[in-house]
């Protein structure tokens, strides 16, 4: 879902561009008030594995592939805000050294993988394991926020490409969230697999209150 | 072994880097509905091209330089990510240091 230059309008550009600055610098102040030490290890860890992954794109119907996004497993994991800046270092590396995502669109790439993707995705598993507490409610929590984070990230995405004029929105909007719809099934597979691991074996990591604010 | 739990997540992210060319080529969900919807023309490429598409230059293997091009970034994100979030919280670490170094008693 890393949108190339060209595919947004200048002013989306900008617009995107000023809530994205914005984001990070409220991640930046925030997660460095509230990580706590053990979690340092732990931010390079998920920025490791959520490039890696990006990098297995999957096939799924109609010659067409998907690959993870990763900010549900940042944000369940570490909170919204410290999602947020592993998903920007991974776009800036992405953009910079990889040629993925555009130069000028990494605002608009930051905003939907990383702001919307972390912050609908943490907020939806809180409410659900407000619910039910158990260790399924929150396999289920994460399968469910994963699915409508990258979701979510793809409608914002579409109406980025329909403001610009690319395309219009009543015919990018639903491909997308239809492709998309199908991605996060995936998506959340691997964000629920990736946490039972953890909760198997190294729990404690876990336990710690994520950093919100 | 405890404290090397890092370390052992680390080589799992390597290991995945691994096997990056078994990824399917095809578009992705994005790229995919810019063809269908006839907007991919609007692609501008990239002015300058360091590992571009994941295939590290130079090495006539594909398979070899996608795997050079994901351990590579893997190892930059995990330096990246840690280093960000060991300066961010280093300067805290300073400021709750400080007032029991300075306490004057």
């Given at each position: 879902m890393h949108i190339p230059?060209?595919f947004l309008?200048?002013?989306t550009?900008?617009?995107?561009?000023?809530?994205?600055?914005?984001?990070?610098?409220?991640?930046?102040?925030?997660?460095?008030?509230?990580?706590?030490?053990?979690?340092?290890?732990?931010?390079?860890?998920?920025?490791?594995?959520?490039?890696?992954?990006?990098?297995?794109?999957?096939?799924i119907a109609g010659?067409t592939s998907g690959h993870?996004m990763?900010?549900?497993?940042?944000?369940?994991?570490?909170?919204?805000?410290?999602?947020?800046?592993?998903?920007?270092?991974?776009?800036?590396?992405?953009?910079?050294?990889?040629?993925?995502?555009?130069?000028?669109a990494?605002?608009a790439n930051?905003l939907n993988m990383?702001?919307i993707g972390?912050?609908s995705?943490?907020?939806?598993?809180?409410?659900?394991?407000?619910?039910?507490?158990?260790?399924?409610?929150?396999?289920?929590?994460?399968?469910?926020?994963?699915w409508v984070a990258i979701v979510l990230a793809s409608i914002a995405c579409a109406l980025e490409l329909a403001i610009s004029?690319s395309s219009p929105t009543s015919i990018v909007l639903p491909a997308m969230a239809g492709v998309h719809a199908l991605i996060g099934?995936?998506e959340?597979?691997?964000?629920?697999?990736?946490?039972?691991?953890?909760?198997?074996?190294?729990?404690?990591?876990?336990?710690?209150?994520?950093?919100?604010? | 072994?405890?404290?090397?739990?890092?370390?052992?997540?680390?080589?799992?992210?390597?290991?995945?880097?691994?096997?990056?060319?078994?990824?399917?080529?095809?578009p992705d969900g994005l790229e995919r509905v810019a063809e269908d919807k006839g907007f991919i023309?609007l692609a501008?490429?990239?002015?300058?091209?360091?590992?571009?598409?994941?295939?590290?230059?130079?090495?006539?293997?594909?398979?070899?330089?996608?795997?050079?091009?994901?351990?590579?970034?893997?190892?930059?994100?995990?330096?990246?990510?840690?280093?960000?979030?060991?300066?961010?919280?280093?300067?805290?670490?300073?400021?709750?240091?400080?007032?029991?170094?300075?306490?004057?008693?």
């Amino acid at each position: 879902m890393h949108i190339p230059d060209g595919f947004l309008s200048t002013s989306t550009v900008a617009v995107a561009s000023v809530i994205s600055i914005g984001g990070v610098a409220g991640a930046v102040k925030i997660v460095g008030k509230e990580l706590k030490e053990k979690q340092v290890p732990l931010m390079g860890v998920l920025a490791a594995f959520i490039f890696a992954a990006q990098m297995l794109n999957f096939p799924i119907a109609g010659g067409t592939s998907g690959h993870f996004m990763g900010a549900a497993l940042a944000a369940i994991i570490l909170g919204p805000w410290a999602g947020v800046l592993i998903m920007t270092c991974v776009l800036i590396a992405q953009c910079l050294i990889f040629q993925d995502g555009g130069l000028l669109a990494l605002g608009a790439n930051i905003l939907n993988m990383g702001i919307i993707g972390s912050f609908s995705s943490y907020y939806i598993y809180r409410l659900i394991i407000s619910f039910n507490n158990s260790r399924n409610a929150k396999l289920v929590g994460s399968f469910v926020a994963s699915w409508v984070a990258i979701v979510l990230a793809s409608i914002a995405c579409a109406l980025e490409l329909a403001i610009s004029g690319s395309s219009p929105t009543s015919i990018v909007l639903p491909a997308m969230a239809g492709v998309h719809a199908l991605i996060g099934i995936v998506e959340g597979l691997i964000t629920t697999v990736v946490l039972r691991v953890i909760m198997a074996s190294r729990a404690d990591l876990l336990e710690s209150q994520p950093v919100t604010r | 072994m405890k404290s090397k739990w890092w370390l052992i997540s680390l080589l799992i992210c390597l290991i995945v880097a691994i096997f990056s060319p078994l990824a399917s080529s095809s578009p992705d969900g994005l790229e995919r509905v810019a063809e269908d919807k006839g907007f991919i023309e609007l692609a501008n490429d990239a002015p300058f091209q360091i590992i571009a598409d994941y295939v590290f230059p130079g090495i006539e293997n594909e398979a070899v330089a996608t795997i050079t091009a994901g351990i590579i970034g893997t190892l930059i994100l995990f330096g990246l990510a840690y280093g960000v979030a060991w300066l961010l919280t280093s300067s805290r670490r300073k400021q709750t240091y400080q007032p029991a170094s300075n306490r004057k008693d």
